[in-house]
DNA sequence: ACGAAATGGTCAAGGAGCCTGACCATATCT
DNA sequence: AGATATGGTCAGGCTCCTTGACCATTTCGT
């Protein structure tokens, strides 16, 4: 089917485009799983295991993930202000700057698209794929 | 910007379900990655460089990917008709009932969403779709 | 209230998949 | 014909993810 195809070929070149974006704006050693923990964190931080779920992998992987990015000094460990055994990560400043760099990068991915279909159709395929996102973990692997 | 993230979730959400599909109708062992060597084969076979190239990945990755499936039944290397140092690798016929049952997979997929957004809006996504897909090689992995 | 079970998190070991580097066989260029 | 380029494989190593075991803390059941 045509249509499956163009999907995961145009998503392909999208996360790559991000990828290229930030690591142009100056963030290194950052893979696209990284992108999908910083947007879940970014609103009041997360517990390991809620970025398990979120990404669809193994506690034991997020939290190596975390100490990827911790160690990079994208993100903190915190204690948990409401469960002692959990922690808190949380990003630090220079984790917020790449969050932007990669929002500015999606950005500029969706204006390109804009210059081949226009804005309204653009609007319209946002729409539409809203319509069909999934609300449960996001794989980034395939 | 809320349309990438849609765009890759719908993404991750589509492989997902292939996969499914194609696990459900009998055929293991297999990740989306051999879908797009399959698709890229189904025609007139393929050498181990085209597919690397088409994959995004070096010829020794696909060299062992062909190992794979060769050793799975899915497909065949057989003497190059025109340059003997390559093989062209062809799929087998139970490949090519893999490869239906991708594509009856991935035409599940579509018709749930004709279910949320209208046929005509399916179409319409499919265009646009089409419009922004490139033609370079497609990164399974990000 | 107190022990049992569940939950958040980490450590250790192993496996799958991709990469670099080296190498052989055949084609193509000069 | 010899030099170079191309198709393909072999060997080794690295990265990321998994399973299994374990500890600390919270919640459940009685």
Redesign the interface.
């Known amino acids: 089917?045509?249509?499956?195809?163009?999907?995961?070929?145009?998503?392909?070149?999208?996360?790559?485009r991000?990828?290229d974006g930030v690591v142009a704006r100056g963030f290194e050693g950052l893979?696209?799983?990284h992108g999908f923990a910083f947007?879940r964190m970014s609103a009041a931080g997360a517990t390991v295991t809620e970025l398990a779920a979120h990404l669809g992998v193994t506690k034991q992987a997020a939290s190596q993930l975390v100490d990827e990015i911790v160690r990079k000094g994208y993100a903190e460990r915190r204690p948990h202000p409401e469960d002692a055994r959990a922690r808190l990560i949380v990003l630090t400043e220079r984790g917020r700057a790449c969050a932007r760099a990669a929002?500015e990068s999606?950005?500029d991915?969706?204006r390109a698209?804009a210059g081949?279909?226009g804005e309204e159709?653009?609007r319209?395929?946002?729409r539409?794929?809203?319509?069909?996102?999934?609300h449960?973990p996001?794989?980034?692997?395939?």
Chains 1, 2 share one sequence.
Request: net charge positive.
């Open positions: 089917m045509a249509l499956s195809a163009a999907l995961l070929a145009v998503a392909g070149e999208l996360s790559r991000i990828h893979r696209p799983a947007a929002e999606a950005a991915a969706v698209w081949v279909l159709q653009v319209s395929l946002g539409q794929l809203a319509l069909l996102a999934p449960g996001i794989r980034p692997t395939w």
